[in-house]
DNA sequence: TGACGAAAGTTCTAATCCGAACTAAATTAG
DNA sequence: CTAATTTAGTTCGGATTAGAACTTTCGTCA
């Protein structure tokens, strides 16, 4: 992950563009997990969580689809996530190779414990900044993510 | 590292925008991390190779704090990277506890053979998007990490 | 229907990641 | 000048990461 330096941002314009964006997300990921840390979490565990929360389940598919977690690491989240007995992967009926992934009663109360404390939490520091600036930057970012991909 | 999903988007007027920012950032990653590969480099490997490129080395911390990486992780880093023979680790004459790290002539010449064409390949996509927005962006970020920090 | 290519998940490897504990050296306090 | 605190870097443990190879099942096409 090149975080960029001062140096190299004098020689190109869209450097400290990146650069910023980078410290930016690391600094957003570090609350996230400092907060998440006292619900017993990882950031990736309670994306998890945060996602199946209030669902009747998805497959894993859609479950990395939307956290962005890759499928090779998606097992390895859902198997520790199983074993605190959080969720539980039924085979789909539809589809012989898929399950569906749903939170057990005990993932359920863990997702009301934690998930509106986390977003009050991380919304205070939102709060100092205005709305229409975020949805600018959210903007132009999906523009910028399009000549990325 | 939650990448929020649009039913929690739903619930508050932050989360897009973070959700967006994680999505660019990983797509930033995505495609810095596959046109490294082919120079042999991981993104991190190439983060402390371009920025101890053109310098007269520096210390472990203040590397650590231009590439943003954790000083345990940079530990590991630095091993592989001086396993390649790309730099060396000497300790510094001013204080006992710190030592200078710096590339190799093998070091400089990656360096030189990686960094142009690295940034051009990269500069392509940013063509794409007008400046001005960018440093829109960049402004904006700034403003929102330090609600964060 | 029977082969063949695509898709869903798992497994594997190598690297990164953070935080916490640790060692050694430097700095500060009294 | 000595004791306490801080700082630089390494080590360690648990988790995440991407990608590639692999298994099983699905869908298609002839």
Redesign the pocket.
Known sequence: ?PRWTSRQARKSPFIPTMRELARCY?AFE?LD??LLRDHGF????ADVIFTLGNTPGM???EL?ERT?????????????LEGKGLLD?RP?PD?????IVALTPAGEEAFEATYPEHIARIGERFNQVDPRKLEKIRSTLAELRAALE
């Open positions: 992950m690391q570090r997990a400092r990882t950031t990736s565990q497959t894993c598919k990395g962005l977690i890759t499928k090779g690491t998606l097992t390895g989240v859902l198997d520790r992967r789909s589809d012989g190779r898929s399950y």
